[in-house]
């Protein structure tokens, strides 16, 4: 079946530093991919998706391209913020669009 | 406001005491579905609906029930809780499967059975 594989947190950097946020998924089929963030207490928000292979998401200076090659969907932000500090999902949306796999999150916390 | 609309926020109760969790959408969404949080093990799903009167399991179904009587409620019954179903449980909707539209989430449920 389809999985998510994630990078084990927490991962901890300080402000202005480059994130990588890595996520690999198996799939049949022509899946969709997505990053969702979830802010402590709240409900995953989708932070950006791509729907077919060398698409680049991106949304609040985070990016994301989907690499079909490497099986890979890696976040990335050049510049952190400690406001971007929260959990992190990586997610894979099946080709008929019922199903979603989630990968296990990676919290992500940014020192002042 | 358009939103996923989840209650209770927190809720504790005792081993056998069925309980129901709504969930409502604002959105005329045609897909809900409902997931469990756990630590270590990310988002599983629990069952989905693609519209109203349709309904399917998900990857965790044992001990939970659903119905989609109407599209904007989508109510996750647990009719014999367990302590192993102590968890964060989340609701979405999508407009649709159609497109890659990505979820709505409500706020969750925290819920602690004992």
């Known amino acids: 079946g389809d999985s998510v594989t994630q990078m084990e947190g927490p991962v901890t950097l300080s402000e202005e530093a480059f994130l990588t946020i890595n996520c690999t998924y198996t799939?049949?089929?022509?899946?969709?991919l997505f990053w969702y963030v979830q802010y402590p207490g709240e409900g995953l928000q989708l932070l950006l998706k791509a729907t077919k292979a060398d698409d680049k998401g991106s949304n609040k200076g985070f990016e994301a391209t989907y690499r079909k090659e490497t099986t890979s969907f890696h976040l990335e932000k050049g510049s952190v913020q400690v406001s971007d500090s929260a959990v992190y999902f990586c997610?894979?949306?099946?080709?008929?669009?019922?199903?979603?796999?989630f990968g296990a999150g990676t919290r992500l916390f940014v020192k002042a | 406001e358009a939103q996923v609309t989840q209650n209770p926020r927190y809720l504790i109760t005792v081993t056998g005491k069925k309980l129901t969790v709504t969930c409502s959408q604002n959105m005329n969404h045609e897909y809900m579905s409902w997931y469990r949080q756990d630590p270590g093990l990310g988002l599983r799903q629990i069952y989905y609906s693609m519209n109203v009167e349709v309904t399917d399991k998900g990857d965790v179904p044992e001990g939970y029930k659903v119905s989609r009587k109407e599209k904007r409620n989508f109510p996750l019954i647990l009719e014999s809780p367990s302590p192993n179903q102590t968890s964060l449980y989340f609701c979405?909707?999508?407009?649709?499967?159609?497109?890659?539209?990505?979820?709505?989430f409500g706020s969750g449920t925290r819920l602690t059975v004992v």
């Open positions: 997610a894979v949306e099946n080709t008929g669009g019922f199903k979603t796999i």
């Open positions: 979405a909707s999508s407009p649709s499967t159609l497109k890659p539209y990505g979820y709505t």
């Open positions: 799939a049949t089929g022509y899946p969709s």
